[in-house]
């Protein structure tokens, strides 16, 4: 690995310190460096906050270095008045001479303006430093902006015989660490959905509750409007989207009603609903007929399954993973499959 990757490297890591917490914004970290020594970093910490280039800058003790410094980003600095100033403009200002880029941002924005503007003012830029691993660091911002869609990932426990209950009953079959990994991904994505029949089965709180940070918005599937008032994603403690087939003028504090097409492309009426919301990531979470709805339509990313070693003969079948099989490890008792949609 180059030195030029490491600090990439470097910015990576301070990205991701803002995860679940910048979106819609991408997640990016900023290094600056001075004679081979770094000198100040920092990362997107909240939507609407300061940027990673702001937050690196401000935190270089002598800003007298800056003039003979170079600063590393693992996207490419903004070129526009959004929430904060252009953070190219903060750069050109602070007279850095050099600027490597890990990836170009998309947004329309941007997507080359920032690194117009910096080599206008004279400034050396270098792109693609580590790209792959910047552009996936933003996946989600990378999909939302060029699909127009959600990040989607598939989620579910299922058996080693593949079941993901037993007679046709809720069953427990994750163990307590998947299910704190379980709640540490809830906090890292914008939106969590269930179809009817696992709402009404399970009774989910669909909450992180067992993990530090923002809760999910729920989204739930109810056609004819037949879900009880009393289960746990009505309680107001999360705001919950309900998609249905009628026109809802009824209003509650945090519950949302939103008619779709059910009959057509349910799938992608839900992403596009979801998009029009500003929401950039899902976790389906069941069940195993939504799963199928998402995967038959091909408007899916990841698939993250818990796989137990216990066997239950019979029961609701889960279905059958696409993709590549990326992520194969050991969670105590459970085997975690990761597939992508490549």
């Given at each position: 690995?180059?030195i030029?990757?490491?600090?990439?490297r470097r910015?990576?890591?301070l990205?991701?310190?803002?995860a679940?917490?910048?979106?819609t914004?991408p997640?990016?970290?900023a290094?600056v460096?001075c004679n081979?020594k770094?000198?100040?970093?920092g990362?997107?910490?909240k939507f609407?906050?300061?940027h990673?280039?702001?937050n690196?800058?401000n935190?270089?003790k002598n800003?007298?270095?800056?003039?003979?410094?170079?600063?590393y980003?693992s996207?490419e600095p903004?070129?526009?008045?959004?929430k904060?100033?252009?953070?190219a403009?903060?750069?050109i200002s602070?007279h850095?001479p050099?600027?490597?880029?890990?990836?170009?941002?998309?947004f329309s924005?941007v997507d080359?303006?920032?690194?117009?503007k910096?080599?206008?003012?004279?400034?050396e830029v270098v792109?693609g430093i580590l790209e792959?691993?910047c552009?996936?660091?933003?996946?989600r911002?990378f999909t939302?902006?060029?699909?127009?869609?959600?990040?989607?990932?598939l989620k579910?426990a299922?058996?080693?015989?593949?079941?993901?209950?037993?007679d046709?009953k809720s069953t427990?079959?994750?163990n307590s660490?998947t299910?704190?990994l379980?709640?540490?991904?809830?906090s890292e994505?914008?939106a969590i959905?269930?179809?009817?029949?696992t709402?009404?089965?399970?009774?989910?709180?669909?909450?992180?509750?067992?993990?530090?940070g923002?809760?999910p918005?729920?989204?739930?599937?109810?056609?004819s409007?037949?879900?009880?008032k009393n289960?746990?994603?009505f309680?107001?403690?999360?705001t919950?989207?309900v998609?249905?087939e009628?026109?809802?003028t009824?209003?509650?504090?945090?519950?949302v009603?939103r008619?779709?097409?059910?009959?057509?492309n349910?799938a992608q009426?839900i992403?596009?609903?979801?998009?029009?919301?500003?929401?950039?990531s899902?976790?389906?979470?069941?069940?195993?007929?939504?799963?199928q709805l998402?995967l038959?339509s091909?408007?899916?990313?990841?698939i993250?399954?818990?796989?137990?070693?216990?066997?239950?003969?019979?029961g609701?079948?889960a279905v059958?993973?696409?993709?590549k099989l990326?992520?194969?490890?050991?969670?105590?008792?459970?085997k975690?499959?990761?597939?992508r949609?490549?």
């Amino acid at each position: 690995m180059t030195i030029h990757e490491q600090y990439m490297r470097r910015c990576i890591e301070l990205a991701q310190l803002g995860a679940g917490e910048v979106s819609t914004n991408p997640m990016v970290g900023a290094v600056v460096v001075c004679n081979g020594k770094i000198i100040g970093e920092g990362y997107h910490k909240k939507f609407g906050g300061p940027h990673a280039e702001v937050n690196a800058i401000n935190s270089v003790k002598n800003p007298e270095l800056l003039s003979k410094s170079e600063i590393y980003v693992s996207l490419e600095p903004c070129a526009h008045f959004g929430k904060t100033p252009p953070c190219a403009d903060l750069i050109i200002s602070k007279h850095i001479p050099k600027v490597y880029v890990g990836t170009l941002d998309p947004f329309s924005k941007v997507d080359g303006k920032g690194i117009q503007k910096l080599k206008a003012a004279g400034i050396e830029v270098v792109t693609g430093i580590l790209e792959k691993e910047c552009q996936e660091l933003n996946k989600r911002f990378f999909t939302s902006v060029n699909l127009k869609r959600p990040y989607v990932i598939l989620k579910w426990a299922q058996s080693a015989d593949g079941f993901i209950d037993k007679d046709f009953k809720s069953t427990k079959i994750s163990n307590s660490l998947t299910n704190i990994l379980n709640h540490k991904w809830r906090s890292e994505e914008d939106a969590i959905l269930v179809g009817r029949k696992t709402a009404s089965v399970d009774n989910p709180s669909l909450t992180n509750r067992l993990w530090t940070g923002k809760n999910p918005v729920r989204v739930v599937l109810d056609k004819s409007l037949k879900l009880s008032k009393n289960l746990n994603l009505f309680d107001d403690s999360v705001t919950t989207i309900v998609f249905t087939e009628h026109d809802v003028t009824e209003s509650c504090s945090k519950t949302v009603y939103r008619k779709i097409d059910f009959s057509n492309n349910l799938a992608q009426n839900i992403l596009t609903a979801l998009d029009d919301m500003k929401i950039q990531s899902l976790i389906v979470e069941g069940g195993a007929l939504t799963h199928q709805l998402f995967l038959e339509s091909n408007l899916w990313d990841e698939i993250r399954i818990f796989q137990s070693d216990d066997i239950l003969e019979n029961g609701t079948k889960a279905v059958l993973p696409k993709g590549k099989l990326v992520t194969k490890e050991n969670v105590e008792n459970n085997k975690l499959l990761i597939y992508r949609n490549l």
